[in-house]
């Protein structure tokens, strides 16, 4: 099944297939991604929503199919242009990720010393800038631990925008949060968006989460192992046939 490439499409997932050996995740996967929207995938628990972002940003190729990323396929790139690639993503894994022996300027700063020339003086600049964007200021010299979740979140947001990358991708950011943290990074997550035009994708199924900031979402099936909807997930909730996606929305209160 072929997706027809529209000018502001970025990423394009087509006839996409995902295993583990035998093991079969998901099939069948067809949706692309409008450049500078927030995209969520979204489903009940063991439906590969991890593997799909896996997939995504290069960590576990596909058994089948293509993605493509303004319109170059990644899989199929040499190693060179697969790097090139991920330098162009940021991503915030579910538990931070921050190593814990280093400040949050030397975490934020880790990708600028590998992959750029910049002087040790304008890395700082530019960690204290991204640890501003996303209210830490001040806090360049805080090792992890010494901050509490939602401020680990944060500060792993700062590191994925390091390279002030095109596309930002997050695995479930809310999860561990309470519920005024969770709402504070979703904010600050659209804040992102509209100032630098920046591409979302999130892995998520917290609802509050879905609804306050997806622009657009895909569904994925654990049963059928495949995708069941694609769609703003509000008009899902209210107008999608097919009843499981209708009840993942409604938190179980949608009637036949």
């Known amino acids: 099944m ?55 940003i290069g960590l576990k190729s596909p058994s089948k199919g293509k993605i493509l990323i303004d319109g170059q396929s990644f899989w199929d790139a040499g190693e060179d242009q697969r790097n090139e690639l991920k330098r162009s993503m940021g991503v915030l894994f579910q538990q931070g990720a921050l190593w814990s022996s280093m400040t949050l300027a030397e975490n934020i700063g880790l990708a600028l010393q590998m992959y750029t020339d910049i002087t040790a003086k304008d890395i700082r600049e530019i960690c204290s800038l991204k640890l501003a964007l ?97 769609g703003n997930p509000k008009m899902l909730r209210d107008e999608c046939d097919n009843f499981a996606v209708r009840n993942f929305l409604a938190r179980g209160e949608a009637r036949e």
Not at 166 to 182: K, M, N, V, Y
């Open 134 to 230: 996303v209210g830490l200021a001040g806090f360049e010299d805080f090792y992890p631990n010494e901050i509490s979740g939602g401020m680990r979140k944060r500060a792993g947001l700062a590191r994925a925008m390091a390279l002030d990358p095109d596309i930002l991708c997050f695995d479930e950011p809310s999860a561990g949060l309470d519920p005024l943290s969770s709402k504070l990074l979703d904010d600050l997550i659209l804040e992102l968006r509209d100032s630098l035009g920046t591409t979302v994708i999130i892995v998520t199924h917290e609802l509050a989460s879905i609804f306050a900031i997806a622009d657009n979402s895909v569904f994925l099936d654990p049963d059928t192992k495949t995708q069941l909807a694609i």
């Open 2 to 56: 072929d997706i027809q490439q529209t000018s502001d499409t970025h990423i394009e997932i087509s006839d996409v297939t995902l295993a583990y050996g035998d093991f079969l995740i998901q099939q069948n996967l067809n949706f692309s991604i409008r450049r500078g929207e927030v995209f969520v995938v979204m489903g009940g628990s063991g439906c590969g929503k991890t593997t799909v972002l896996r997939s995504i």
